[in-house]
């Protein structure tokens, strides 16, 4: 391109970017995706965001020495801005370390589409949740069913109120899929709190509640762990 | 024992202070043309006072001053049109216990090599324990230990606590590279370990039925690492896009094994050998494994605005530590008489996934689009029968109708989804999408072997004028499936002799459905607006709502809905203002029901009885609010900035009991953080200011699991007394950010 003389008016652009611009949308973003068809573009047409009529300057700033998005730690700030309830989850007692700046939104999903449904990074959840968790991949010997399909059954990755960011709390949340004989079924309540005199309290309440005995719910390898206690 | 904390500033800390301000000098003659923003240095000293254990939860800081460095440098930017080679350096926290650093050097559409390193702490929990050893995998008492039955005769189990902090360090490091050649071919490789180390507790077991556990909580030792290793050709052509990779991910645990001295003494139901002093208990830790997965991909313009994309990934996991002993007690061990039918589990699991995308966005109103996905893992371990000692605690019970005569159940897992969806543009400021999809999902030694969920989903988007724009989302799905087997897991893992021995043939509650398993409805709501009346304000607001109905569980979750409602607000002045501020509210609702029976000869009799019903009806909250506020003064020369941040989370759970029950009421659970920002710059110069910052932060929370609940406090579990974290802390910073 010619550069213009002194004085000379220069030529308007061939597209403007932003959501200020004349410019369609698609065209907006084809204009980086011409660039970027290996990595961004290529799962980008019929992906979660772009169905969502974002625009690449939504996000990204491209004339910027830093451009923001590309830095992890800004990434809960900036997908917080349209995942309000994500960016308020992260500030739940029990969350990853979104919001303290130690993990970025991409660690788990591809901005740009992927394999994964919810535009993770993996082909599916625990893919993605082993890539960091390797510890719990297995194959156990005692796999526990849930566990094995999906993490999310049990743990919400955003942040929860719950240890563990478990969807709800121990033991109770044990109890929706255990109502075996004796303790599995018992009504926990505050019948179960220690009092004055101890020793006291229900070990199936207090403490670690059901992983005061039942340490491995990922599954266990130990051949005399069938009930998940080795 | 294994304790992160960094304290006053170490020699390290001032030596790579020195080190990166002398690195920093030699760049600012070396980069003179590059931008300001990635050229700058900051160097501070932060003071933490207080007890604070939460606040460093993930910067592993403690009380006492720290020095803080971070830096940004680079030469060029990205978009060098020259095709001049650019580097960027990125170090931040260093001098922290958590510094990350990262360099990468670019030449444009030639190479790209990058390097990383950052330290992760978390955890970071105070207890005691009276466990010898800690660190290592082998846990002992101290002499003059006195065993007994339950933690009330042990009269040296206050005396022998000491001190232990549970947390865990992860430092990882990473190398890349990347090169485009021939037009329009790159090839990535990427290398990354990650290695974690540190402490975290889990309950060691003795005991052989669930009427004789004794606990000790244990430190387990951690030290594990995972090595990932990720290659890609790659091919962009106009129209044609193609990617292979491999993936590659080995998982190495230094520990196989965590074995305790039993700190009980021998009772009832045990074998004599298992109690004090020679008893002792072994678990299983993290077996080594690995995963590796080849994918290929392809995506195809088929014509302008309408896109294929065939991707398709083949894997394997597989796990074959070889199996710790049925037991570590070398006089029960004499009595094994089924041998292990294997030396270790030679575990595997074949993973395939297939994602077919149609996608078109043609110029007219309509766009449209299909979608496929196949995710299969099948889990080719082998059955066998285990004849496993309970707890460490019994001689092996090898008999036919013997319970602990398990055979293992290596379940697999196949789901399909099929997608339409559609949206159609009315002008260029509203839409309607609509969509429907269909999961089936299969599964094997379920109790329920085939689901199927079928969902649809509507939603309607609108702009008026510039100022205001609006939309609103409805999805409704229901989830149904095959006959649910609620007993099929038992009797697939026991003997059909020992089935034979249990009345009614079945573990859990035949009214059962377990959540993920169970029928289901659930309706979805989410409605989002924004405004902006002039060109300083912002406001938006969102609010969501979901409901699901389990609608043919008798016992298990019966029902939940979940709210929330989120508002935002900004400001912008042209005169120096700035101010933002958010406030949100969550209802989280849960309902669960359930019947408590027993075993012996009531147990039929029991689980049928309407009076042993309960139920528990969940009820948490959390309210968010922030405020921030932001002024340059004396024509720029200083800013000042304001953040308060609140964020309370209050729990309750109601225990409601059938006539033949008793119960009491629970506690409410409450956990509260108040953080208080200010921060204040001084523009000593053009390039040159300086930061004072103050951050205090407050944190209470009562949790009557583990409030008041001491190593003692129950009978048969000694616990690490873990209290809830109940702090005030207050943090200053004075920092010199320099940009060259």
Redesign the interface.
């Known amino acids: 391109m010619r550069r213009p003389a002194r004085g000379e008016r220069r030529a308007a652009p061939d597209r403007g970017f932003g959501r200020q611009a004349a410019t369609e949308p698609?065209q907006q973003n084809q204009a980086c995706i011409d660039c970027h068809?290996?990595d961004a573009?290529?799962?980008w047409?019929?992906s979660a965001h772009?169905?969502a009529?974002l625009l690449c300057s939504d996000c990204h700033q491209?004339?910027?020495?830093?451009d923001p998005a590309l830095d992890k730690?800004n990434e809960p700030a900036l997908c917080g801005t349209c995942h309000?309830?994500q960016r308020?989850e992260m500030?739940?007692?029990s969350a990853h370390?979104l919001h303290?700046g130690?993990?970025g939104c991409s660690d788990c999903h591809a901005a740009h589409g992927g394999?994964g449904?919810s535009l993770l990074t993996g082909?599916?959840v625990n893919?993605t949740c082993?890539?960091?968790h390797?510890?719990?991949?297995?194959?156990?010997?005692?796999?526990h069913?849930?566990a094995?399909?999906?993490c999310m059954?049990c743990h919400r990755p955003h942040g929860s109120?719950?240890p563990a960011m478990l969807t709800?709390?121990t033991p109770?949340l044990c109890?929706?899929?255990?109502?075996?004989?004796?303790?599995?079924?018992?009504?926990?309540?505050?019948?179960g709190?220690?009092g004055p005199n101890?020793?006291?309290?229900s070990?199936s309440?207090?403490?670690?509640?059901c992983?005061?005995?039942?340490?491995?719910a990922h599954g266990?390898?130990?051949?005399?762990?069938?009930s998940t206690?080795? | 024992m294994n304790t992160h904390s960094a304290n006053a500033p170490s020699a390290r800390c001032r030596l790579a202070m020195v080190i990166s301000l002398l690195l920093a000098g030699s760049l600012v003659q070396a980069s003179n043309d590059a931008p300001e923003a990635c050229r700058q240095v900051d160097l501070g000293l932060a003071y933490v006072s207080g007890d604070a254990f939460r606040y460093g939860r993930f910067t592993g800081n403690s009380d006492g001053a720290n020095a803080v460095l971070n830096m940004e440098l680079c030469r060029g930017n990205g978009h060098d049109a020259e095709g001049r080679p650019v580097w960027r350096l990125r170090a931040r926290d260093v001098g922290l216990a958590t510094p990350a650093v990262e360099a990468s050097l670019l030449r444009q559409g030639r190479y790209r090599v990058w390097g990383e390193f950052d330290r992760l702490v978390t955890g970071r929990d105070a207890g005691q324990t009276p466990l010898q050893g800690v660190g290592g995998a082998s846990l002992g008492l101290p002499s003059g230990w006195v065993p007994a039955a339950t933690t009330a005769g042990m009269s040296q189990l206050l005396p022998s606590l000491g001190d232990l902090t549970l947390s865990q360090r992860r430092n990882r490091r990473g190398i890349g590279a990347a090169l485009w050649f021939a037009d329009s071919w790159k090839f990535e490789a990427r290398a990354r370990e990650d290695r974690k180390q540190g402490l975290r507790s889990i309950a060691g077991l003795m005991g052989n039925t669930g009427g004789n556990p004794r606990v000790i909580m244990l430190p387990e030792p951690l030290d594990q690492r995972t090595r990932l290793f990720d290659a890609s050709l790659s091919h962009a052509g106009p129209r044609l896009q193609l990617r292979g990779g491999l993936h590659l991910s080995d998982f190495d645990n230094a520990h196989s094994g965590l074995v305790w001295q039993n700190p009980f003494a021998a009772i009832a139901g045990w074998a004599p050998s298992a109690g004090f002093p020679n008893g002792r208990g072994q678990l299983s830790l993290p077996p080594d494994n690995r995963f590796h997965q080849l994918s290929l991909g392809a995506g195809l313009d088929i014509v302008p605005g309408t896109r294929l994309n065939l991707d398709l990934a083949m894997g394997q996991m597989r796990q074959n530590q070889a199996f710790l002993p049925y037991t570590v007690d070398p006089v029960l061990a004499a009595s094994v008489v089924a041998p292990l039918p294997r030396a270790s589990l030679d575990g595997r699991i074949d993973t395939r996934l297939v994602v077919l995308r149609l996608a078109s966005r043609p110029q007219g109103p309509w766009s449209w689009g299909f979608d496929y996905r196949f995710d299969e893992r099948d889990n080719r371990s082998p059955r066998d029968s285990y004849v496993g000692i309970g707890g460490d605690s019994q001689a092996q019970d090898a008999s036919e109708a013997s319970g602990r005569r398990r055979i293992n159940l290596p379940v697999s897992y196949r789901e399909q989804r099929l997608g339409l969806n559609a949206a159609y543009r009315f002008g260029t400021r509203s839409d309607l999408r609509m969509g429907i999809e269909r999961r089936d999902i299969d599964r094997t030694w379920s109790v329920r072997s085939d689901s199927e969920e079928t969902r649809l989903n509507l939603g309607l988007r609108s702009r008026i004028g510039e100022r205001f724009h609006a939309g609103l989302r409805w999805v409704g799905s229901r989830r149904s499936g095959s006959t649910y087997l609620g007993n099929r897991p038992f009797l697939d893992s026991h003997t059909p002799a020992y089935v034979d021995t249990v009345p009614g043939a079945f573990e859990n509650l035949p009214g059962l459905r377990q959540y993920h398993l169970a029928d289901r409805e659930r309706s979805q709501w989410a409605l989002v607006a924004g405004f902006a009346p002039s060109a300083q304000w912002n406001l938006g607001a969102s609010a969501g709502w979901t409901r699901d109905d389990y609608r043919r569980s008798e016992f298990g979750l019966t029902d939940s809905l979940q709210r929330n409602v989120q508002l935002d607000a900004s400001f912008q002045s042209q005169s120096g203002w700035s101010a933002h501020g958010f406030a949100g509210r969550e209802w989280m609702a849960f309902d669960q029901a359930a019947r408590a029976f027993q075993g012996g000869a009531n147990r039929l009799t029991q689980a049928a009885d309407p009076a042993r019903n309960w139920s528990a009806a969940h009820r948490d909250r959390v309210d968010s609010l922030g405020l921030g506020v932001a002024r340059r003064v004396l024509d720029g020369r200083v800013s000042l900035r304001a953040d308060v941040a609140q964020s309370r989370a209050l729990g309750s759970v109601q225990v409601s009991v059938g006539p033949a029950l008793s119960a009491a009421p629970l506690p409410e659970n409450e956990a509260r953080i108040g953080t208080l920002d200010l921060a204040s710059d001084f523009h000593l110069s053009e390039r040159t200011s300086l930061r004072l910052g103050l951050r205090q932060e407050r944190f209470r929370s009562a949790d009557f699991a583990t409030n008041g609940v001491g190593p003692n406090t129950l009978a048969n579990v000694i616990l690490l007394g873990q209290d809830s974290p109940d702090y005030r802390v207050h943090a200053i910073l004075l920092s010199l950010r320099h940009r060259f």
């Open positions: 698609g068809r290996i573009g290529m799962h047409l019929g772009e169905s009529g491209s004339h910027a020495a830093s730690a309000q309830q308020a500030l739940r007692p370390p303290d130690r993990m394999l449904s082909g599916n893919e082993y890539t960091c390797a510890e719990l991949r297995g194959p156990f010997l005692w796999e069913a849930p094995r399909e999906d059954h109120v719950h709800q709390r109770f109890q929706q899929c255990h109502l075996a004989q004796f303790h599995p079924s018992t009504a926990l309540s505050g019948t709190l220690a101890l020793p006291s309290g070990q309440l207090l403490g670690k509640d992983q005061n005995c039942h340490a491995q266990s390898n130990h051949p005399s762990g069938a206690t080795r």
